[in-house]
């Protein structure tokens, strides 16, 4: 049952019983749709206690008296919102009392009450309405009632609103799989009462800037093709052929992706690795200044925050650092975008000051695959750039249904996010210490998982995100993993070579934890002798680049064998220059990229995981006739290309 919750917070206690009675009898005599009721809390403790323990509560009302200094609240509004910034604040201003001049308290409110006016159903009306703006979604709704209005398609997309599949004899099953309202949504560009993705000025650019305000950002846009197609998008739209990108070698593979089509000079900064696990953490804080200090004319500079694994930089000096050099700051918060609506996970890269942030809302959050949010807080942003960047890889006939769900997942978390987050952390604290109880099975903590290199770094771990140690089970990774999907109907997130990894997210339920613990503690009673001396090859270190990763790319090269006919390392690679970038996967971090010599280590390393990783996929490889080839520049091609430095 949808349930919100005013918080009146004041030492007037015959204030608060006159209010308190007012603004409860105004809900019961008037339209309540959000089913708004009234609490009430004495002093700025008890407000921020409340606000902790109820994730309902949606507004806040501050006598102006309980800060002497701002006559306005401003103080407990100012730490109110930086413990839940999705809260609407209002203060309570007493007769001839004036706005705070001061721009933080100004920042922190949303408005103001006159107590001695006392228009108690005047101020139900005002935060009944504030309620109808954050949990709008003006382009959900424009999609339902358009579909509502039944229309007959003589346009795009050729399933006519599912009518071409309904009652088929070979494909309705998909009509019904699917169902109705989907495939009625389904809608062309052709549709204007649904704005335009391309160039919105209706529905779509109402939700965007709703999902501006929610995350903390200048401005946010909607992309229907994923994280991997944002990240694109910035690069080419900060970064000209040549200028120089500092870049954590453990980025998303788009990321490298980003640095051939924008012609951009990478770079490369090695991660740290935890080669007793197989996890690759963040680049080391001093590996980061010292590249800031020695490119201080990059264009840009690139994190991953949180990782796959749930490391988390901390941002705000490194941003700091690199502001000062007049870098700009991307951050990929893919597996974060979550983090604004709980205290536990931020600051976030856009609080931390990053100039751009993208992150998959699919992942986390409840959208759709490939529905992704791109946020900018650049002050210097070309927006005209942009757009041109990101209509050259957006499609023209985008999915609707997409946009839809971002639209509700923003409204989600606004209305609801820290109560569903509590829930998360509370659910991933109890399957960590269900998991540890089987004496088998041992969820790694901070210590475990931060490779030494960063100790000192101030990383945090995403608890959400549990990495689980199987190593005294006796079983392997991939063991494991079909045990779970066959027996017991449970798909996890990913495994190294001795390590589960299990996503917490608001889409948990204590009865899938149930079924989980179940399914460890059985797993755990069937353990075998442990397996000693499991490691994962360690990635080499970066070699060199010889020439611009786009150079190598759009060149013919010729390709060589990984294996010679002996089945050795090919020693004909050495010294050669890597066309592709390749990538296990997982983890994703590429072993070379385009542009990048190749030596002993390099071929050792590809050719152990051949062997040895019999479940790990290796992109940019060219498989002919069964075996695996690298692309390499022919000698003419690296002749003729220019080199790097």
């Not at 599912?162 to 009652?167: A, E, F, N, Q, R």
């Not at 960047?389 to 639209?407: G, R, V, W």
Request: with cysteine; aromatic share 8%.
């Amino acid at each position: 049952m949808l349930r919100c919750r005013a918080l009146l917070v004041s030492e007037d206690e015959p204030g608060r019983i006159a209010w308190l009675s007012g603004l409860n009898g105004a809900a019961a005599q008037l339209d309540n749709p959000w089913n708004l009721g009234f609490d009430a809390a004495e002093d700025a403790p008890a407000a921020i206690e409340a606000l902790q323990g109820d994730g309902d509560i949606q507004l806040v009302l501050i006598d102006s008296r309980l800060d002497r200094a701002g006559r306005d609240g401003g103080g407990l509004a100012s730490a109110l919102r930086a413990l839940r910034p999705e809260l609407s604040l209002y203060s309570l201003l007493a007769h001839g009392d004036l706005p705070s001049s001061e721009p933080l308290a100004q920042e922190a409110l949303d408005g103001y009450f006159e107590v001695d006016d006392a228009d108690y159903r005047g101020w139900f009306r005002i935060l009944s309405a504030e309620l109808a703006e954050k949990a709008a979604t003006p382009f959900y709704d424009r999609l339902k009632q358009y579909v509502a209005m039944a229309k007959d398609s003589w346009h795009t997309p050729g399933h006519s609103g599912g009518d071409s599949l309904k009652g088929s004899p070979w494909v309705g099953d998909f009509y019904d799989f699917v169902g109705e309202n989907l495939l009625r949504a389904d809608l062309s560009v052709s549709v204007a009462m649904l704005d335009s993705l391309l160039h919105p000025t209706g529905v779509i650019a109402e939700a965007q800037k709703l999902a501006a305000k929610a995350f903390g950002a200048r401005r946010t846009y909607f992309a229907t093709n994923g994280t991997s197609t944002s990240n694109k998008v910035i690069f080419q739209t900060l970064l000209a052929p040549g200028d120089t990108v500092l870049l954590d070698r453990n980025c998303h593979k788009s990321v490298h992706h980003g640095v051939i089509l924008s012609g951009a000079r990478p770079v490369y900064l090695d991660a740290s690795v935890n080669s007793r696990y197989g996890i690759f953490g963040p680049v080391p804080k001093a590996t980061l200044f010292a590249a800031i200090e020695a490119h201080a004319g990059a264009r840009a500079l690139i994190l991953t925050s949180c990782t796959y694994d749930g490391l988390r930089y901390d941002l705000a000096p490194i941003v700091s650092a690199a502001h000062a050099a007049g870098i700009k700051v991307i951050v990929d918060e893919a597996w974060y975008g979550f983090a604004r609506f709980h205290p536990a996970f931020r600051p976030t890269a856009l609080e931390a000051g990053a100039d751009y942030v993208t992150q998959s809302t699919h992942k986390v959050l409840s959208a759709f695959s490939q529905a992704s949010m791109i946020h900018v807080n650049d002050p210097a942003f070309d927006e005209h750039l942009f757009r041109e960047n990101f209509n050259m890889h957006a499609s023209t006939s985008p999915q609707y249904a997409l946009i839809a769900s971002l639209d509700v997942a923003r409204k989600q978390a606004v209305m609801e996010g820290f109560r569903l987050l509590a829930r998360t952390l509370r659910l991933a604290d109890e399957m960590r210490a269900r998991i540890n109880s089987t004496g088998v099975f041992r969820v790694l903590e901070l210590d475990d998982l931060i490779p030494d290199e960063v100790r000192g770094d101030g990383i945090l771990l995403d608890s959400t995100k549990l990495t689980v140690d199987i190593a005294a089970s006796g079983f392997s990774a991939d063991e494991l993993q079909h045990q779970l999907f066959d027996r017991f109907n449970i798909q996890i997130e990913k495994t190294t070579f001795s390590t589960l990894t299990l996503l917490f997210t608001i889409g948990s339920t204590p009865g899938k934890m149930l079924r989980l613990y179940d399914a460890m503690a059985r797993l755990a009673r069937e353990a075998r002798p442990a397996r000693a001396g499991l490691r994962l090859p360690e990635l080499p270190r970066f070699t060199r680049l010889a020439c611009l990763p786009r150079d190598a790319f759009y060149e013919g090269g010729e390709l060589l064998p990984l294996l010679d006919d002996e089945g050795r390392p090919n020693a004909a690679l050495l010294e050669r220059v890597c066309c592709d970038q390749i990538v296990p996967y997982p983890p994703g971090i590429p072993v070379l990229v385009p542009g990048q010599q190749i030596d002993m280590s390099i071929v050792l390393y590809l050719a152990r995981l051949l062997r040895t990783q019999k479940s790990m996929e290796i992109h940019g490889l060219a498989e002919v006739d069964g075996e695996f080839h690298v692309r390499v520049l022919r000698a003419d091609e690296m002749e003729r290309l220019p080199g790097v430095e």
